[in-house]
């Protein structure tokens, strides 16, 4: 039998493998969701932060979960899936909502993309808002969002005290908003896409826009609302 295998079965078997291991799948499990800090997962999972770094540097060298700085404070790190690295594998784990807020500290890109691609992929009501709402929503995210089929030709930055209400599940889509928000981090969802309003070009814009798609894909199926089953 040869053992000359095709790299993408050792690339898939190195994730399985790395995934053989509670600790590990809780990891992950966890930032499938969302993204977190070490700080943050450990508190969530228990896990202390040697064992944590040890169970971390194995997903990375997996190829399954990768570090970034914040955009916020660059003091901080977090964790994130790398896109497609599980495949088809799903959430086990569920969320309930009777809405869903998307929160960047402008409101006028990211988090507005969100707020419409989730409003075409789920039957759960979606809104946008900022910590620090800007005077218009960014033209490069209108064209971004037309290029797909979404409309924000009538979107408006909103700041977050008009907007949440009780039950909202908060999804904070950039470091800046997830750090102002302050309270308990686990309380809410964060996604750290970079700022494509900082870098200002078309191509920025997508690669948000396709970041905020694939982790809306994962979302929808793990949410419900209160009263279903």
Not at 151 to 166: F, K, W
Request: aromatic letters at 4%; hydrophobic letters at 40%; charged letters at 25%.
């Amino acid at each position: 039998m040869s053992t000359d295998w095709n790299p993408g079965l050792v690339a898939r078997a190195r994730v399985h493998a790395a995934l053989g291991e509670p600790a590990r799948l809780a990891v992950v499990e966890h930032l499938l969701l969302g993204d977190a800090s070490p700080g943050e997962l450990g508190r969530v999972l228990g896990l202390p932060s040697n064992l944590l770094a040890h169970h971390v540097k194995l997903l990375e060298q997996a190829g399954v979960v990768e570090k970034f700085r914040s955009e916020g404070d660059h003091r901080r790190t977090y964790l994130r899936l790398r896109p497609n690295a599980l495949g088809g594998l799903t959430p086990t784990g569920r969320r309930e909502a009777s809405r869903v807020v998307f929160v960047c500290s402008r409101n006028s890109a990211r988090s507005q993309l969100a707020a419409a691609l989730w409003k075409r992929r789920s039957r759960i009501p979606a809104a946008s808002a900022g910590t620090r709402p800007a005077d218009r929503v960014h033209p490069l995210a209108v064209e971004t969002a037309r290029a797909h089929g979404l409309s924000l030709t009538r979107a408006r930055p909103h700041h977050l005290d008009d907007v949440l209400q009780p039950d909202d599940l908060v999804v904070a889509v950039c470091d800046n908003a997830h750090e102002e928000l302050g309270g308990d981090p686990t309380a809410r969802l964060h996604w750290s896409v970079p700022d494509p309003a900082a870098v200002g070009t078309s191509d920025a814009f997508q690669s948000a826009y396709l970041d905020l798609a694939d982790r809306i894909d994962r979302l929808v199926p793990a949410t419900r609302k209160p009263e279903e089953p």
